[in-house]
């Protein structure tokens, strides 16, 4: 069956980094665009990043400049490099695989605090 597994996660200071890592397994990875979401406290969960097969990517406007979403097929995982956190990238990070119906990760808690 379809798994994603984030890690990574922690707690930074602001202007400090990150890499959040999704394992996948249980179906052919580099043929499936793959994104990451994030959600607040009391917030919807929004896009952050995606990335297609062929390492297109995407960002939402909060993150430009400051996330790189990038992918290794040969190890079946997706990244997530975070620089210049702030505060109010304080979230949950969910993986998603965009299957015929979308599968989350359990998520892995991003606190950016001094």
């Known amino acids: 069956q379809v798994q994603l597994v984030e890690s990574g996660g922690g707690l930074v200071q602001p202007g400090g980094s990150l890499r959040l890592s999704c394992a996948a397994s249980g179906f052919t990875f580099r043929i499936y665009a793959m994104s990451w979401y994030r959600q607040a406290p009391g917030k919807e969960r929004e896009l952050v990043a995606s990335i297609t097969p062929a390492g297109r990517t995407n960002y939402a406007d909060s993150v430009k400049g400051r996330f790189t979403i990038s992918r290794d097929n040969a190890k079946n995982t997706m990244y997530l490099q975070m620089n210049s956190l702030k505060p109010e990238d304080t979230a949950v990070y969910y993986c998603?695989?965009?299957?015929?119906?979308?599968?989350w990760g359990q998520g892995t808690q991003v606190t950016v605090s001094s």
């Open positions: 998603c695989a965009i299957l015929k119906t979308p599968y």
